[in-house]
């Protein structure tokens, strides 16, 4: 009988990818792998550091599992990812219930550092967080019909509130031919919705090719049969070349939907961020974008109360909001991460402050939202289909516009059984706690394709 792994994977999308790498491991070495972490003989946590909130709740996981382990449900508890490299040492001294400690550079090690830890032992892997990336290949935890594409790991950014590149390395691309046959085998597994990850997209390519190759290689996942959209997920705004955005225009997998973070619209704020670029830079690339990409959304990533920012500098950012109405804006409160240069600055508002300056931002973003989704009333958009929600009585699903897990939803009935993965235009007719609701409108066409 083959032993069993469970498997918790918390934080980002690029997180998730190194999740599906380990199980796709497990499984290949014959054990028996499960999302479900009790009866197991081992559960892997693969843990978020980035921020206060992330490690808290990566805290928090381990602490249930190791009561499930005094409880014996459960038999070792390996803990991987980003807290793992940087609590290495903390976590086996302050949470004796860990057996085994996986760095971001040790991945592709979990097979042995499983046995070792069924066999008694308690291992540390701590490996070159700057090594070239081994290729492995995955076990989907998403729903068939999408995947995350990770191109590159690790980051040479170097904002100076984040702990990142300590955590993940170097930037690193990944081989272009590897990352196309990577998505040719997604397809033939029947992902429809290919979403492109990095923790820099825009910067693909440069540490491998001597420049920029995003532009080029997002045709060519978009020229692979049965991947209907592309989408692209976190590129910095001062790299984005005119090129890229030709691309993004007129390749017709691409959704309108670009997620570019930007931290702050000030410019001693940036500066003091070391973001690249100033307001006025982002200011062009809104307007360029719009002109260039019609029906584009745009999210984007906030911190609220970094040093520095007064009144002023907080009402610079609300009144950049205001006037280019951005449609999907995660913020934050400033976290003051220990060895980030950000860490170090005179301390400027306090968390209380901090948040404050949160709810006020998330206020008038959710204003933004209203009138995007009000103009949306009487039009008709395309819908994947996500499944069916028996409370509700109706369908559920995401347009263009919405990424899993990050944005919103439309409920939708319709006359017609649907599968997941879906695709189906939907005439949008209310809203519901910020989310569309309509119905299908399923053609004759359609009908007979399904």
Known sequence: MSQKIGMVSLGCAKNQVNSEQMLYQLHTAGYEITTNVENTDAVIVNTCGFIESAKSEAIAEILELAALKDEGKIGK?????????RYADELRTELPEVDAVVGCGSYHEIVGVVEDTLNGENPIAMGDINAELPEISRVLT???YYAYLKIAEG??????????????????????EEIVAEARELAQMGVKELIVVAQDTSRYGLDLYGERKLAELLPQLCAIGGIKWVRVHYMYPDEISDELIDVLATEEKIVKYLDIPIQHANDKILKAMNRRGSKEVLENLFTKLRQRIPGLVLRTSLICGLPGEGEAEFEELCDFLRKHRLERVGVFAFSPEEGTPAAEMEPGCDSEEAMRRVDIITDIQSRIMDDYNDARM???????????????ECYFGRTYADSPDVDGKVFFTSEEKLYEGQFVNVLITDTLDGDLVGEAQIEEEEQAED
């Open 77 to 85: 508890i390996i803990v991987t990812g980003c807290l793992a490299q």
């Open 142 to 144: 998403t729903p068939e």
């Open 155 to 176: 980051c040479d950014n170097r904002c100076s509130y984040c702990v990142i590149p300590s955590l993940r390395g170097r930037y690193r691309s990944r081989k272009m």
């Open 378 to 392: 009487g039009t008709v958009m395309e819908v994947i289909c996500e499944g069916f929600d028996r409370y509700a």
